[in-house]
Each structure stands twice: as C-alpha cells, then as structure tokens.
C-alpha cells in the first residue's frame, strides 16, 4: 500500500511541475472492489460478502433480507468494511482540489457489553413471568393486571393448527367467561398498554399439553410465518420456546432464523426447558439454544418438578428445592457455552404451581448472589462468578397473584442489586 502511494505522489509531483493542476481522490490512491449487490431475498451466512451504497459488508452469522446499511452494528448481524468502488462510470475529478472541508463524524459510543443482541430494552437483570389464557385454580387476570413488577411476560400458550409446525392464538373461551367476556380485541388493547409501560410481551409456544412439532423445513417455513402473523396481529415482541414433549434443534433453529429475518434484531427469543433437557449441551434443547446464541436472548430452565438432578461439578446428584441445586445446575449451562445474560433461574410462584420444586422466593435470591457475587451459597460454590446473570422467572403470575406478589415482591428488588 505504502509503495503505491509513494508511486502516485511522485507523479503528481511531476505533473505539478510542469504546471498542470492535479486532483487525486482517496478512491485512486487505493479502490477496494465491490463484492455482489446485495439481495434481499438471498440467504447469508457467516463469512459472505456484499456491498450496499458503496461499501462492503461481511456476513457474521446467518441472515435474510437484513439490510447491511443498517444492521451493521456492533450486536448486528453485518460487518462494516469499509467503502468500495466498482460497478458505476466514475464522474471526471475536478480540476481543482475542492475547497469544503469534509464533515467530521463523531466515533460510536460502544454498548455496554452487559446488554445482548436482540433484546429490545430489556434490563440488564429482569423479571419474567408467564399469564396464563386458560382457567385453573389459580386467580384469572386481564393482561393489563399484571403487577408492573414484570419486565417479560410469556402469553401461555399459542396453540397447534392443522398445518404441521404452525400456531395459533385466541382468547381462552373458559379465561374469556371468567373475566366478563374478555375479547381478543380487548387483549390487543391491554399488550399496547403494557408496552407503554415498557414491557416486553412473547407468545409462548407450547406447555404441558403442547402438540407443536417442527420437524422439517416446511414445518419450519410455517412455524416462522404464523408466528410473524401474530406478532403483526396482537403486538407480541417475540417467542418463547416452551415443548415440552421434544424439540428439533436443527429445524427449530431454522424456524427461529427465518422469524428473526423476518422480525428484525429486536427480537426477542426465550426458552423455558426443563432440567432434564439442560444437562448436556448434547442433549436437543441445549443444542438449540448454543445453535442460535447469537440471537437468542434468554434461557430460564425450569428448576423443578425434576427430582435430582447432577450439577456442573458431575460430583453429585442435588436435591430439587434447594440452593445448591439452582446453582449447580445453572452452572452447567454457564461453564458450557451460554453467556451469563442467557441463563436465568425458573422457579414456581408458589407451592400449588408445580408438583415439586418449590423454594421460597429468598432462596431465589440467594441462588443469583452466590452466582452474581459467590456470596450467600450453600455448600455447593461455582467455579467463577458470573455478574452479568440474567434474571429469574416464575410459573406463573397468575399464581404469583394468587398467593399475594410473594415471588414478584421479594425477587424483582432485589435483580437491582446485582452487580
């Protein structure tokens, strides 16, 4: 590069010497090439090039119809590469060198490195709970009652359709009854509303009785449609991935890709496990979520109704119920790929909300200072802290409510002490 541009300064010097006025733009000491317009119907993945308004990009994982001029952020899915020539006739320089003093830019300030890719504006630690659209024991509530306690909230659940891999959602006919005749209309009303209070809100895609397979690229292609259908339709911000009867990490991931393609980098993608399917990043749901980390935004596995289960020290089996076995299985997921502020801790809200697993909500926050700060821990200690934890979540706010906030009240202050 040095050698070239000595070459062309010693031409101009002589040109000038003999009296002729020479102009010599940036772009013909050194043009960079444009690589292939991009095309918002092609498919990149991680390492392919394009150029768009005179620069190149390159890829960093896989992406469809995401604009490079403006998803080349830091978290975004281009890389800037700077400008690049080629392709159109160059106009004739001037004569004389222009005399406008080129504008200056101001650097970009670098996001704090706590804050994850596709999250929306989520806090750095937050509180997830899921509203529950059917009738149970536990208090029915309209969306808009959710204790503004919650950051995140799981709409529980989407239903299967016909078609293999698509979803559906609609009031509950029994919720809708308990409530006075809540209508879907009235639920669009009450997620808008919870928006201006700066909520989040994700359908939630599965449950208990969930019947949703995606086990092809057609079920794929349908998951990722209906899903954006009703993103569009009711406000939803994202997805939260909650089968319990199996997951297919290989189309699951190209359903939950072609959604993000389609929804743009604020979308938000939750998981919600169960232990069992978190205890080797072989095992389907952890393959899933280390194959889209780059867009996933949390994981709260489901800490009960497990028995038993190994911790990250393979050392010993941990009681469910307790603190060391939040930590030590939390701490598979932290020692085994998953970033800190993608891993959260799902506990039930009260003792009625699941069959076993329960602790009290002080134990919760016991479980994220030993992994925040390695203090308050039982006898279990994890290898390293991890300050950047996410959060915790609960089945469910309905519960919750029932049982008077206990989970909300005491959890969500204390997520503002984390480091």
Partial sequence: MKRSRSVVLATVAALAAGGTAVYVSDAAVAAVACAPAWSATQVYVGG????????????????????????????????????????????????????????????????????????????????????????????????????TSYDLIAVAFADATGTPGAVSFTIDPGLSASLGGYTNDQFKADLATLHSRGKKVVISVGGQNGSISVADSAAATNFANSVYSLMQTYGFDGVDIDLENGVNPTYMAQALRSLRSKAGANLIITMAPQTIDMQSPQSSYFALALSIKDILT???????????????????????????????????????????????????????????????????????????????????????????????MTWSINWDVTGGNGFANTVKPHLSTLP
């Fill in 48 to 147: 392919n090039v394009a150029s768009q308004n005179s620069h190149n990009y390159s890829a960093k994982w896989w992406t469809q119809n995401e604009s490079p001029a403006t998803h080349s952020g830091q978290w975004d899915v281009w890389a800037d590469q700077g400008t690049c020539s080629g392709g159109t006739t160059p106009t004739t320089p001037p004569t004389t060198p222009p005399t406008t003093t080129p504008p200056t830019t101001t650097p970009p300030t670098t996001p704090p490195t706590t804050v994850p890719p596709g999250n929306g504006t989520l806090p750095a630690h937050f509180l997830t709970g899921y509203w529950q659209n059917f009738d149970n024991p536990a208090n029915e509530i309209k969306l808009a009652a959710v204790p």
């Fill in 298 to 392: 949390v994981v709260h596995t489901q800490y009960y109704n497990s028995g038993a289960m190994l911790g990250c020290d393979n050392n010993a089996a941990y009681a469910q119920g307790t603190v060391n076995f939040l930590v030590a299985l939390a701490c598979i997921q932290l020692q085994n790929g998953l970033r800190p502020d993608q891993v959260s801790l799902g506990l039930p809200a009260t003792t009625s909300a699941a069959g076993g697993g329960y602790v009290a909500p002080s134990v919760v926050n016991q479980a994220l200072d030993c992994l925040a700060r390695g203090t308050n821990c039982g006898s279990f200690k994890p290898p390293a802290t991890y300050p950047g934890i996410r959060g915790a």
